[in-house]
């Protein structure tokens, strides 16, 4: 089974509106973390937010926000009033802390469009 | 947060030639570093895990020949792609985690190396 899936190869966004990028994740450990990262055309891979299991509010860093919901396995992630800049792959991401820690688990990704 | 460094960011070569990519943590030190391979329009995929002191770790699938991988010191892992050849042209980018940042265990990750076999 895939430990993160990413349903939303492409998705397009209003300059200034929010937006919202799915991500559900697949592990049985109890202890892991979640992440995101912004990947521009550039190539580089931006680290955006983060998210532990055992955290028990929503990471928030400035626009971004994680919406957490542990039960249905899923980790979202909010970006609050587009910008042009914000056009990039975004990648969630998966760590699990007991079982096999230094492997990193990324979703296949979505490309976001936010449109002037 | 903790800044990676790679180098080159671009390479073209001739088939059959070798190239080296270097990946450094500039503000702290890292017992482990990784090597992803990119293909376009697609997600990251493991090849490697580079230990400081001691063999890398491959994933299935990558050649430990093809691709050598040294870690010589706590901030310095580099790969060699050896005889290289059309179909190693791809995207390679280097992560670290700054393991004295305690609790997220973030991964940085180095700008990346776009790679041309011509």
């Known amino acids: 089974a895939q430990k993160i899936t990413q349903t939303q190869p492409g998705m397009f966004v209003q300059e200034k509106e929010a937006v919202t990028l799915d991500c559900t994740y697949d592990?049985?450990?109890?202890?892991?973390?979640l992440f995101w990262y912004k990947q521009p055309s550039s190539g580089e891979m931006i680290f955006l937010i983060y998210q532990g299991s055992y955290d028990q509010q929503n990471a928030t860093e400035g626009r971004y926000s994680l919406n957490f919901q542990k039960a249905r396995k899923s980790a979202n992630l909010v970006i609050s009033a587009s910008q042009l800049g914000d056009s990039a792959m975004y990648f969630c991401?998966?760590?699990?802390?007991?079982?096999?820690?230094?492997?990193?688990?990324f979703g296949s990704g979505t490309k976001l469009n936010v449109k002037p | 947060g903790a800044v990676v460094s790679q180098h080159p960011s671009w390479v073209i070569c001739k088939s059959g030639t070798s190239v080296k990519i270097e990946c450094r943590s500039l503000?702290?030190?890292?017992?482990?570093m990784f090597w992803y391979r990119q293909f376009p329009k697609q997600s990251l995929m493991l090849m490697a895990t580079s230990n400081e002191g001691s063999k890398a770790t491959y994933e299935q699938g990558v050649e430990k020949d093809k691709f050598l991988i040294n870690h010589a010191s706590l901030t310095l892992s580099t790969l060699t792609v050896t005889s290289a050849h059309p179909e190693d042209s791809s995207f390679y980018i280097c992560s670290a985690r700054d393991e004295m940042e305690t609790g997220k265990n973030i991964q940085y990750f180095g700008a990346g190396t776009r790679l041309s076999v011509l």
């Open positions: 991401a998966m760590r699990e802390f007991l079982y096999n820690f230094n492997k990193f688990y």
């Open positions: 592990t049985s450990d109890p202890s892991y973390g």
């Open positions: 503000d702290f030190q890292a017992t482990t």
